[in-house]
């Protein structure tokens, strides 16, 4: 307890190391500018804010959604929001060695399909076939370390920057995403509400069918 309060006050009164280069501080806004809102980039922000949405308000109502919609036992549907989080670890492990061969936009292209399909069968097939909305997970992990990567790979100025308001528009979704999920409900029930999740991703890939006729343009050029 003692350490607790020691460690902190003995970090507030130690000297920052001052930078001495001229001009190291100052920002070039009109740079950041130019590089942090171009065409791509505003797509690649509408992206990943509706991949968190879809990722976080899976999580968040897949429960309630197999209780209520589905007839699901407590037991079984947090098993299946359990394999849902199996889905994303593996995906992420077995993802690092097929994104660099098959490329970067290819690869999102590829999986949001996927998942809209297993998502689109789990919602709206019989009883049967929820086992498909965690096999959503499998896909939705490739998702957000690639679109990371392709925009780190976009840019070669102002990239923390850049990448600084690419994980703001992240946490924007995750915060919307679930509550509109939750306002749907409300209104029209849980099943309406959870198909949310359905419409994020839908939109997520026609942005990334926007991205790619964006990059063909900027290549034949």
Same mark, same amino acid.
């Given at each position: 307890?003692?350490?607790v +309060?020691?460690?902190?006050? /003995?970090f507030?009164?130690?000297k920052?190391p001052?930078n001495?280069v001229?001009?190291?501080d $100052?920002?070039? *806004?009109?740079g950041v500018g130019?590089?942090?809102? !171009?065409?791509e980039m505003? *797509?690649? /922000?509408l ?5 968190v949405a879809?990722?976080v308000?899976?999580? @968040? *109502?897949? +429960? ?7 007839? $699901?036992?407590? +037991?079984? @549907? @947090?098993t299946f929001?359990s394999?849902?989080f #199996?889905?994303?670890?593996l995906g992420r ?5 097929? +994104?660099?061969?098959?490329? /970067?936009l &290819? @690869?999102?292209l590829?999986?949001s399909g996927?998942a809209?399909?297993? %998502?689109?069968? #789990?919602?709206f097939g019989?009883s049967?076939a929820?086992?498909?909305l965690? %096999?959503?997970g499998?896909?939705y992990?490739?998702?957000?370390p690639?679109a990371t990567?392709a925009v780190?790979d976009?840019? &070669? ?13 992240? =946490?924007?979704? #995750?915060?919307?995403?679930? *509550?509109?999920?939750g306002?749907?409900?409300d209104w ?5 509400g959870?198909s949310l999740?359905?419409? /994020? ?8 069918l926007? %991205? =790619?006729k964006i990059?063909?343009l900027s $290549?034949? !050029?």
């Amino acid at each position: 307890m003692i350490l607790v +309060v020691i460690l902190p006050l /003995y970090f507030l009164f130690l000297k920052y190391p001052r930078n001495d280069v001229a001009g190291a501080d $100052q920002m070039n *806004w009109r740079g950041v500018g130019k590089t942090a809102f !171009t065409r791509e980039m505003i *797509w690649f /922000y509408l992206l990943i804010a509706l991949y968190v949405a879809a990722e976080v308000g899976l999580a @968040s *109502w897949l +429960v309630e959604f197999l209780q209520k919609a589905k007839s $699901q036992s407590v +037991v079984l @549907s @947090s098993t299946f929001l359990s394999l849902f989080f #199996g889905g994303v670890m593996l995906g992420r492990f077995l993802g690092s060695f097929v +994104v660099e061969r098959i490329g /970067y936009l &290819k @690869s999102l292209l590829l999986v949001s399909g996927a998942a809209i399909v297993c %998502l689109a069968i #789990g919602t709206f097939g019989p009883s049967f076939a929820v086992f498909f909305l965690p %096999l959503a997970g499998l896909f939705y992990s490739i998702i957000f370390p690639t679109a990371t990567a392709a925009v780190s790979d976009l840019h &070669k100025e102002n990239v923390g920057t850049v990448l600084g308001l690419f994980f703001a528009f992240a =946490g924007v979704g #995750g915060m919307i995403g679930p *509550w509109l999920m939750g306002l749907v409900s409300d209104w029209l029930g849980i099943t309406a509400g959870f198909s949310l999740v359905l419409i /994020y991703c839908s939109v997520m890939l026609g942005s990334l069918l926007v %991205l =790619g006729k964006i990059q063909g343009l900027s $290549q034949n !050029t």
